[in-house]
């Protein structure tokens, strides 16, 4: 018995790995954002949202942050030993346990000790970088000195906030006298390669090597880099010594 060929083929399709696309399921949640439980309703259970996949409204989000910061300061904690149980008991009257354990993860590391309690390292970039965006987000430019002196003051004291962290979240103005600081949030921009590369040139027609790569870094393929990137969709330039790019 003999198999039949019914024809030939010279081409294939070959699986590749892609960046996933979550714009549209964030979309959705935030339709509905979880901002706390109801006034009336919430006497130290569980939260409403169990069996619910929920996002955080922002604003909610920093105020379970500034529950768990202000414990650590009362309590003379060490950023880097901060207790769950602890939290759960003493916060537990005013949020959901679930919100601030999400939130204790969120911005911070878990781990256990010897004894096996869980402790939290809170993360000193992401908290700073969380307070900036709560600065930034109903302004439309800040003067970049007072916004730092602003900003310091308003971390957890111990913390100290730095420009770098703000990679991706804020966009500097060096160009302008006095120097400004505005939001960007790189999630906030086009999913699509080339859409996301007008936007940004959009707002800016040259840009600083430095400037532009928190906002391509997602974009780039597997072993792919930002000069490659740039390299394909902008034309390279060099301002006063400092490496650019433009359309």
Same mark, same amino acid.
């Not at 198999?3 to 399709?13: D, E, K, R, V």
């Not at 379970?64 to 149980?85: A, K, M, Y």
């Given at each position: 018995?003999?198999?039949?060929?019914?024809?030939?083929?010279?081409?294939?399709?070959?699986?590749?790995?892609?960046?996933?696309?979550?714009?549209?399921?964030?979309?959705?949640?935030?339709?509905?954002? %979880?901002?706390? &439980?109801?006034?009336?309703? %919430?006497?130290? *259970?569980? #939260?409403? =949202?169990?069996?619910?996949?929920?996002?955080?409204? +922002?604003?909610?989000?920093?105020?379970?942050?500034?529950?768990?910061?202000?414990?650590?300061?009362?309590? $003379?904690?060490?950023? $880097?030993?901060?207790?769950?149980?602890?939290?759960?008991?003493?916060?537990?009257?005013?949020?959901?346990?679930?919100?601030?354990?999400?939130?204790?993860?969120?911005?911070?590391?878990?781990?256990?000790?010897?004894?096996?309690?869980?402790?939290? #390292?809170?993360?000193?970039?992401?908290?700073?970088? #969380?307070?900036?965006?709560?600065?930034?987000?109903?302004?439309?430019? +800040?003067?970049?000195?007072? +916004?730092?002196?602003?900003?310091?003051?308003?971390? &957890?004291?111990?913390?100290?906030?730095?420009?770098?962290?703000?990679? *991706?979240?804020? /966009?500097?103005?060096?160009?302008?006298?006095?120097?400004?600081?505005?939001?960007?949030?790189?999630? @906030?921009?086009?999913? @699509? =390669?080339?859409?996301?590369?007008?936007?940004?040139? $959009?707002?800016?027609?040259?840009?600083?090597?430095? @400037?532009?790569?928190? %906002?391509?870094?997602? /974009?780039?393929?597997?072993?792919?880099? =930002?000069? #490659?990137?740039?390299?394909?969709?902008?034309?390279?330039?060099?301002?006063?010594?400092?490496?650019?790019?433009?359309?």
């Amino acid at each position: 018995m003999h198999a039949q060929i019914w024809g030939f083929s010279n081409c294939y399709w070959e699986l590749r790995r892609q960046r996933p696309r979550l714009k549209k399921l964030k979309k959705l949640l935030m339709e509905n954002p %979880y901002d706390g &439980p109801a006034v009336g309703s %919430y006497a130290g *259970g569980g #939260a409403g =949202t169990e069996g619910f996949w929920r996002i955080l409204d +922002f604003d909610y989000e920093m105020k379970l942050l500034g529950h768990v910061t202000q414990l650590v300061d009362s309590e $003379s904690w060490s950023f $880097s030993r901060v207790p769950l149980s602890a939290c759960l008991e003493e916060l537990g009257s005013f949020e959901p346990k679930a919100m601030i354990e999400h939130c204790l993860n969120c911005y911070g590391r878990r781990y256990s000790i010897e004894d096996g309690q869980v402790m939290h #390292a809170l993360d000193e970039d992401k908290v700073c970088r #969380a307070t900036a965006q709560l600065l930034l987000q109903n302004a439309v430019k +800040f003067n970049l000195s007072e +916004f730092q002196e602003v900003w310091q003051q308003s971390v &957890p004291e111990g913390m100290s906030a730095r420009l770098d962290q703000l990679r *991706g979240l804020a /966009l500097l103005d060096r160009s302008t006298k006095p120097e400004t600081i505005s939001l960007l949030r790189e999630e @906030d921009l086009p999913e @699509d =390669t080339l859409e996301r590369f007008n936007s940004l040139f $959009s707002l800016r027609e040259k840009w600083m090597q430095d @400037d532009i790569e928190p %906002y391509i870094q997602d /974009l780039c393929g597997e072993k792919q880099t =930002t000069g #490659a990137l740039l390299t394909k969709h902008a034309r390279s330039s060099v301002q006063s010594g400092f490496k650019g790019v433009m359309t």
